[in-house]
């Protein structure tokens, strides 16, 4: 089972850092039981994983969204989303 770990030394043994960022939401799970809609919950889910993957990439999380949301009504290309993607982006700060 640890083939993986064995081969590629640089991989962790464990999965705390997996762990850690989904515990607000395991925590939080009586209090989402009660969405309105399966509608709802998937933009919820969609808004999470927005957040989360914006902390995994060093983003703050409300700085990137608010640099994000500015620049999307302008983008044409593909290469204009991709910018956006928070492992392109430059580092974001709350101000």
Do not use: M
């Not at 709802?40 to 994983?49: E, M």
């Not at 409300?62 to 991709?82: G, K, M, Q, T, V």
């Amino acid at each position: 089972r640890l083939v993986r770990y064995v081969e590629g030394g640089h991989l962790p043994i464990d999965n705390n850092r997996a762990e850690n960022a989904i515990r607000p939401f395991v925590i939080g799970r009586k209090n989402w039981l009660f969405s309105d809609t399966p509608k709802g919950a998937t933009a919820s889910a969609q808004l999470y994983s927005l957040i989360e993957t914006a902390k995994a990439n060093g983003q703050e999380p409300y700085a990137w969204l608010r640099y994000i949301l500015e620049r999307l009504p302008l983008a044409n290309s593909i290469e204009d989303f991709e910018a956006l993607l928070p492992w392109n982006c430059p580092p974001t700060s709350a101000s």
